[in-house]
């Protein structure tokens, strides 16, 4: 019996299937590479799509969300990997990397690929478009920014604090004290965070009430719909 | 066309795939795991908690300690944890078979408070 095993009581993610491998609880760093393969096939498939249409990507609001969101699975994979790496694992194990490591599953994959699906799919099950641009763009751009200020200071956090974790000398206090300052930029990006769902809140509201326009049919459902989502 | 059987079998495949993973091999490895009977001490290993340490757990489950504390040592020579007197061997499986709620943890913003009343005893 070594601890790789006990591992195994909640490192559970590491048998999942793509993207419920990504969603497990997390927490542990065991043998985390089986679901790089299809990773990386499904990253490869759409990160060419994506590049070869930018444009489309720029003016669709559910695009740019699903694009970030696909391009964050990738990295999850790569880190994924990465955390499974004896040497990395020593270091980031049980740091606020674990937690960068949750957040960019949680958030800068599954998040916004959910936000993307909402802005494709409430204008054609509601058969009207978004009444603002400007929140949708307000939205993306505090939810991207917020998220990337969250991962970069809590990997930095992460791997700053495992370092000094593994100096024995270095009092366990102090440790403490090197993270407050990457979770003072945690607080921030959340904070960002806070400003786009609020946004989101809003235009979602906002969508709710807006009078249905009288020309519009429930066929219209089935048909493709662009002008509903709102170019910037 | 009628896709129903496809569709129904990939799913359940997908979920019998992650439940063999994540429930079936585990309970085959762990399973039949049973505490260490020492013959000459005439006790049981992990020992059970006593009282107290019982309702003290309750507080730290209630209190949501396990946010930024972790209950598994990692083995001498790999981290710091045996120079940091957390405890002198590393977890191992049979240390929580007595647990039906281990609070092993994943970040160690404290820390690992596996033996805190070994050392605190001292």
Known sequence: LDTRRVRQLDGCEHFGWWASSRLGTGGQHGC???????????????HGTIFKNFAAVKQSATLRFISFGAVSFTIAGVVQVALGIRGVSEILHFTLATQAYNDTVLYAFFSMVMFGSIYYLMPRILLKGWPSAMLINVHF?????????????????????????????????????????FLFGQSLGGLLL?????????????????PRATRVTAADLFQPAPEMEVAS | MNRTPLV?????????????????????????????????????FPESLSGVAAQGKLVYEDL???????????????GTDDKRHWGDRQSVARDYVREARPLIGSSRLGPDLRNVGARQNR
Request: net charge neutral.
């Open chain 1, 141 to 181: 751009v505090t939810a991207a920014v917020g998220i990337v200020i969250c991962l970069a200071s809590l990997y930095l956090g992460g791997l700053v604090q495992g370092k000094a974790l593994n100096e024995s000398e270095t009092p366990f206090l102090e440790v403490v004290g090197l993270a407050k300052k």
């Open chain 1, 32 to 46: 985390r590479d089986d679901a790089a393969g299809p990773d990386f096939i499904i990253g490869a498939n759409h």
């Open chain 2, 64 to 78: 949501g300690c396990i946010v930024c504390h972790t209950q598994q040592v990692r083995r001498p020579g790999f």
């Open chain 1, 194 to 210: 806070l400003v786009g769902h609020v946004a989101f809140a809003l235009n979602f509201v906002l969508i709710l009430a807006k």
């Open chain 2, 8 to 44: 129904f079998l990939g799913i359940f495949f997908t979920l019998a795939f992650s439940w063999t993973g994540l429930v079936l091999t585990n309970q085959i490895s762990y399973g039949a795991l049973r505490p260490f009977v020492d013959e000459g001490d005439n006790k049981a």
